[in-house]
């Protein structure tokens, strides 16, 4: 038998499964202050925050299983070898044909199972309430974030789809299923449907309006030609694309099995060579002849289409607020197991003031993705709309930086790829760059403060619940009254205080809900609250131009 680092237990004196090797602890060599792995540990039960949703007994009782698995050796095992190994792209079969498929590692697809499983992809649009899988998928994306990305595009794919009623009928049966049924094959012949969404081309992801794709009218349906520059998970059964139909820039449901078995033209180019999300695939694909079936009204797929990204954005919270505290647990525990100059790390002053920092921004972000998942069960659509971009926004950001610490928490243990804490720095950045990029978000939140009144009132309203509560955020909460208040006379200035207003918006919003929900971490998140912004484009001032220039022309 091979000796092989995966299948040898190194933590044995000896190798536990075969016996030509004899691994034996050296006599030079003892490891004295190595903090144990972090034990099993159940990932609902222990974050107290997550009670802040009410969950019902039964609710309670599915969580409370899916945290304890998200908890395991096992999962982290799942996690780790799906990104050890990334998916690999088959053009073509041994005879030539082209297949344009995708292989996974094992390990991908059982973390696909147990989400598919749990409904992380679709439940609470036939049963069951939005927080509840909003907070499943914050505890199993814990384990992993890349495989996320098809349960969140499924999940987010249906109030799209419903545009087009007959094809939600056909399918919301195969998208609501809680059977894991990977392979290509044609929709209504399997027991389990997966999602994605292909939007972005070459010459500009933000501005989709730029798309080329063409889509024109054959029989019953239409014939798609062009490309798309990214396009994730595209094993995937079905997605949604825009295209440029006669009448203008429509959506289209595109299966990648068309119902008479033959395969639909959906060639993968290459599979892009990742920062991060490495388990999971993203591809470049050429339509040619593509056929993609009408959702929405012609002309019209951008709004439909953002019925789709607006549930994805909240999802990119979910899964950064998944992040944060994926890191923030393993900085923690191993601050309590090692020691330093004599006494143990945790209680070193300015470690106990770091973690403690971190502790208070990954509750923050707990407390912002719990509610804002509410206002989809309560069809508060008014306040999502602001609220919803502006948590995007901030919560992505500051996970780059709360992980980032996090890791250097553990020195250099930290840095190093089986701590695991590399893999959430990589991935930390993705959810601020996709379904939109921080700009593009900042900017959507000062079109809906200045659009919509009704979002700016429902924010206040939120706000004001928890009024007098702080003098800290009594003066936030003022300061960006008065920003709200001022939008719209100088488009200039606001799109240049975009991020600033995004910001505070999202800021004053975690303080409240703080306040209401853990008023012991509060008072240290609202003490920083007045102060000027961490985030880069978020202080506009003088000299932008000067500043510019350090960087010459090239
Ligand atoms: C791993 C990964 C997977 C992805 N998967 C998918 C997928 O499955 N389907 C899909 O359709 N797309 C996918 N994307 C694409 C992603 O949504 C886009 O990359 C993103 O929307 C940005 O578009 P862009 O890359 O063309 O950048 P650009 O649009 O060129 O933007 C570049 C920068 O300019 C900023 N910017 C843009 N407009 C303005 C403005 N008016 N003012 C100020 N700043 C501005 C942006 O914020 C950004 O920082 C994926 C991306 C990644 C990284």
Redesign the pocket.
């Known amino acids: 038998m091979t000796h092989t680092a995966w299948r040898c237990d190194l933590s044995a004196t000896r190798c536990v499964f075969c016996s030509l090797c004899t691994l034996r602890p050296m006599s030079t060599h003892e490891v004295e202050n190595a903090p144990p792995r972090l034990p099993d540990v159940n990932r609902f039960t222990t974050d107290a925050l997550l009670m802040t949703a009410g969950f019902e007994p039964g609710e309670a009782q599915q969580l409370d299983q899916l945290g304890a698995q998200a908890g395991t050796a096992q999962a982290a095992e799942w996690g780790r070898l799906a990104n050890s190994y990334p998916p690999e792209l088959r053009t073509h079969d041994r005879f030539g044909h082209r297949i344009d498929e995708v292989e996974f590692h094992p390990a991908w697809h059982e973390l696909l199972r147990v989400a598919v499983g749990h409904g992380l992809h679709a439940t609470p649009w036939t049963r069951g309430r939005h927080v509840v899988r909003a907070t499943g998928f914050y505890l199993w994306s814990q384990v992993e974030a890349g495989h996320g990305c098809p349960i969140s595009?499924t999940y987010s794919v249906l109030p799209a789809l419903r545009h087009a009623p007959d094809l939600a009928a056909e399918f919301e049966a195969g998208l609501t299923s809680t059977t894991y049924d990977p392979g290509l094959r044609p929709p209504l012949t399997k027991s389990g449907l997966l999602a994605?969404?292909?939007?972005?081309e070459k010459q500009?992801?933000?501005?989709v309006r730029s798309n080329t794709t063409r889509a024109v009218p054959a029989d019953g349906h239409y014939l798609l030609t062009g490309h798309?520059w990214?396009?994730?998970?595209p094993m995937c059964d079905l997605f949604l694309v825009l295209a440029r139909a006669p009448a203008g820039l429509s959506c289209f449901l595109v299966p990648r099995v068309l119902s008479n078995g033959a395969r639909n033209p959906f060639a993968i180019q290459r599979l892009?060579d990742?920062l991060g999300?490495r388990s999971n695939a993203?591809a470049e694909i050429e339509f040619d002849g593509t056929h993609g079936y009408l959702v929405g009204d012609v002309g019209d797929g951008l709004r439909t289409i953002l019925d789709m990204v607006s549930m994805t954005r909240l999802d990119c919270v979910v899964g950064s607020a998944a992040g944060q505290r994926a890191a923030v647990v393993q900085a923690v525990h191993h601050a309590r197991h090692r020691r330093v100059f004599g006494s143990g790390l945790i209680d070193a002053p300015l470690m106990r003031e770091v973690l403690a920092d971190l502790c208070v921004e990954s509750a923050a972000a707990t407390a912002l993705f719990v509610r804002l998942a509410r206002t989809v069960d309560d069809d508060e659509r008014a306040l999502a709309r602001l609220a919803v971009p502006a948590a995007k926004f901030w919560v992505c950001k500051r996970t780059v930086t709360v992980v980032a610490e996090a890791l250097e928490c553990l020195g250099g243990n930290g840095y190093v790829e089986e701590s695991g804490l590399p893999r959430l720095y990589r991935e930390s950045p993705?959810n601020s760059?996709?379904?939109?990029?921080?700009?593009?978000i900042a900017?959507d939140v000062v079109r809906a403060a200045t659009r919509e009144p009704a979002s700016v009132a429902a924010l206040l309203a939120e706000l004001a619940t928890t009024a007098g509560a702080d003098r800290a955020l009594d003066e936030a909460v003022s300061q960006l009254t008065s920003q709200l208040a001022g939008l719209g006379q100088d488009p200039g200035a606001d799109?240049r205080g975009a991020r600033q207003l995004s910001e505070w918006l999202a800021r004053c919003l975690a303080g409240s809900l703080l306040v209401r929900h853990a008023p012991g971490l509060a008072g240290r998140f609202l003490a920083g609250l007045t102060e000027p912004s961490a985030a880069l484009g978020a202080r506009p001032g003088p000299g932008t131009d000067i500043a510019l220039r350090a960087i010459p022309e090239t």
Do not use: P, R, Y
């Open positions: 595009m994605g969404m292909a939007m972005t500009g992801g933000s501005d798309k990214f396009c994730s998970a892009k990742k999300n993203s993705l760059i996709w379904e939109g990029s921080g700009n593009v900017l799109q």
